[in-house]
């Protein structure tokens, strides 16, 4: 089946549907180089959603994350109702990502402790909550397994980046990709990045669902 990733960044979602079994497409507004698939830089909200047979879209989160509460923040464009109201009009299957806090639709939430993202000496696990809104009745019976004697390593910007229970951490790029799961971004693509494994849970499901469509 083929999937459409819109706002595609530099492809951690991608990757994760390319393991559940899908062909991916990319489109981003901005020259992707490191996007592992095909890719079209493109106006995510132009371009054309003929022939393929689910929809991924993850619009910029600056208007809704934490940073938009810095003294310095500025002011983004929200793209998420315009995004919403082009995937709901296509009577696609479709999946929005984004960061708590943005009001997504009855979405559910993954944490990276849910699939045991860590770095590989163990010493700091990931969370990166993250929402997923979708018209597939997607739902998630899988749990946050923070444990508390662990660092938290943060994977914010082009720096170390911060624990999300506070104090620098000063972690690598190295170390950020082992616990994102992706080898083939450089700092600035990760902080933007979703670890493949949730897209892959999501694309694994979304097929279980295909599948009883088809028998039915």
């Keep these: 089946m083929k999937l459409l990733d819109l706002f595609c960044g530099a492809g ?13 497409v990319g489109v981003d507004i901005h020259p992707q180089p490191h996007y592992p698939f095909e890719f ?17 879209a993850s619009p910029p989160c600056q208007a809704y994350s934490s940073l938009k509460h810095m003294w310095n923040a500025k002011k983004h464009v929200d793209f998420l109702p315009a995004t919403r109201a082009r995937l709901v009009a296509s009577r696609l299957p479709y999946i929005i990502e984004n960061v708590r806090g943005a009001p997504l639709i009855n979405p559910m939430v993954l944490c990276g402790t849910m699939f045991g993202l860590q770095t590989a000496d163990g010493d700091a696990e990931l969370w990166r909550h993250r ?10 019976d899988l749990e946050c397994n923070h444990r ?11 720096s170390g980046g911060k624990s999300v ?9 190295k170390k950020r990709r082992e616990a994102m799961g992706i080898d083939w971004m450089n700092g600035a693509e990760l902080s933007q990045a979703i ?13 279980e669902i295909f599948k009883k469509g088809e028998k039915a």
């Design 12 to 24: 951690g979602a991608a990757m994760g549907y390319h393991k559940a079994g899908f062909e991916v």
């Design 165 to 173: 229970r506070g104090g620098t951490q000063g972690f690598s790029v």
């Design 131 to 140: 929402l997923f809104e979708s018209n597939m009745g997607l739902t998630v």
């Design 40 to 56: 079209h830089q493109a106006d995510a909200l132009e371009f054309p959603l003929k022939g393929f047979d689910v929809i991924h």
């Design 195 to 207: 670890p493949p494994a949730y897209t892959e849970f999501i694309g694994k499901r979304l097929i």
């Design 148 to 158: 508390k004697l662990k660092k938290v390593i943060g994977v914010y910007g082009s």
